[in-house]
């Protein structure tokens, strides 16, 4: 096992009401524009820092892990089906390309789905990613709907048999997770008057492009605060790997790459000093930070990492976090979902989120080394290895080169 993914779901409960609209433009059908695809996630950078602060802020102390990307594809199929105000609130929080309209975002959608799944079969990787939109059969969808989505709806029985359906829903992310996310709803979450669920499962395996030799894994001590150790089993490697002191985040930065070099984990380490290392550095994580760092401000430079060998699984409960984020009346009874059925109005009655990871020698990176203390910026033209050791917490962010995307992010506090 090498590394893994995220799961979001997002239930609705369907309320009486009636409303008509037309399904995404006045012709759904035609090409997106040439830019669509590569404007597609334009914003999802933003959406992932900013979904990254919000979680921290709910649970302070703890470690996270969870999938931007899968959110991000949750809320894309909300916004398809949704109208009016709620559609506004959605656009504006997945920070959509103003320029493109809904039927250009969703054929962009479309054909990002298509090669994502081509790239399965020709990358050294594992990528996938999936949606379905169960719906019940006892409303009567619009025929543009149905011819839109295809496959990814399902029209499902909630009122005679919600337990079954639940289940069939857990063993469908569990099939496109590789067993790896297990009962995501659990019992009760599926009711009878539950009319609508949204679900994306995103899964990634990679293995590292330099890996660690498990023969130089060892425990050593994770300093979890300075007052407060726990024993890790620590990896170990020297290579050339990219890397900066950045003084703008306040952190030491590596870059992780996998196979195939277009997927890496980039690590973001606060100096040993600083006992409010973590929030320092989130707060100086704007997105032309970010950007800066995945696009190309790290030098190669000889490195001797030491890094954990760990497993993360988080759940999320995503309403009062998405609330934070600004995402309107998605929540609330007069949440507009019109684009799915004009006989209905359904509002969204929960959203779970969970991931899974597994970092091990053959798919996540670190190695050996002491901790580097010193703020100053390395001569370039040294010939001694860096030392860039992670017994201390740190963020991390799982990042997609080709389409500028966030997969995965989260921060270990404390291995587990």
């Not at 996270?64 to 899968?70: E, T």
Request: proline letters at 5%.
């Amino acid at each position: 096992m090498k590394i893994t993914f995220g799961v979001c779901t997002l239930i609705f409960s369907v309320l009486l009401g009636s409303s008509h609209q037309q399904c995404l433009t006045a012709n759904d059908k035609r090409l997106p524009g040439r830019t669509g695809h590569e404007t597609l996630y334009s914003g999802q950078q933003a959406f992932s820092l900013a979904l990254l602060q919000a979680v921290n802020q709910l649970t302070p102390d703890e470690n996270l892990f969870f999938s931007p990307y899968s959110t991000y594809q949750a809320l894309l199929l909300a916004y398809f089906i949704s109208a009016n105000q709620t559609e506004a609130y959605l656009r504006k929080m997945l920070r959509l390309n103003p320029d493109q309209d809904k039927s250009d975002i969703f054929g962009a959608y479309k054909f990002d789905k298509f090669t994502t799944s081509f790239r399965v079969t020709n990358t050294t990787y594992e990528f996938t990613s999936a949606n379905r939109i169960y719906v019940t059969d006892q409303i009567p969808l619009r025929d543009c709907v149905v011819d839109l989505f295809g496959e990814e709806l399902i029209k499902a029985n909630f009122l005679s048999n919600p337990e079954t359906l639940r289940n069939e829903i857990n063993h469908w992310v569990e099939q496109h997770t590789h067993d790896m996310i297990k009962d995501l709803l659990p019992p009760g979450t599926i009711q009878h008057d539950t009319n609508l669920v949204l679900v994306n499962a995103a899964y990634f395996k990679g293995k590292w492009e330099n890996k660690f030799d498990p023969k130089k894994t060892k425990p050593e001590v994770f300093y979890i605060s300075p007052s407060k150790q726990t024993i890790v089993d620590m990896m170990h490697i020297e290579a050339t790997f990219n890397y900066d002191v950045s003084e703008t985040l306040m952190a030491h930065v590596l870059e992780l790459p996998y196979e195939g070099e277009d997927i890496s984990m980039y690590i973001l380490l606060p100096p040993f000093s600083k006992e409010d290392g973590i929030e320092t550095v989130l707060k100086k994580l704007t997105l032309e930070n970010f950007r800066s760092v995945v696009n190309g401000s790290l030098s190669p430079r000889q490195v001797q990492v030491s890094f954990p060998k760990f497993g993360l699984e988080h759940t999320i409960e995503l309403v009062p976090i998405l609330e934070r984020l600004g995402v309107g009346n998605l929540f609330r009874q007069d949440a507009d979902f019109t684009v799915l059925s004009n006989e209905r109005a359904l509002s969204l009655g929960e959203g779970i989120h969970k991931a899974k990871i597994v970092v091990s020698e053959e798919g996540t990176k670190a190695a050996a080394a002491t901790v580097l203390v010193t703020w100053r910026i390395m001569d370039e033209e040294s010939e001694s290895p860096v030392q860039f050791k992670c017994d201390r917490p740190f963020i991390f962010v799982i990042f997609n080169k080709p389409m500028n995307t966030v997969l995965f992010t989260g921060i270990l506090r404390s291995p587990e």
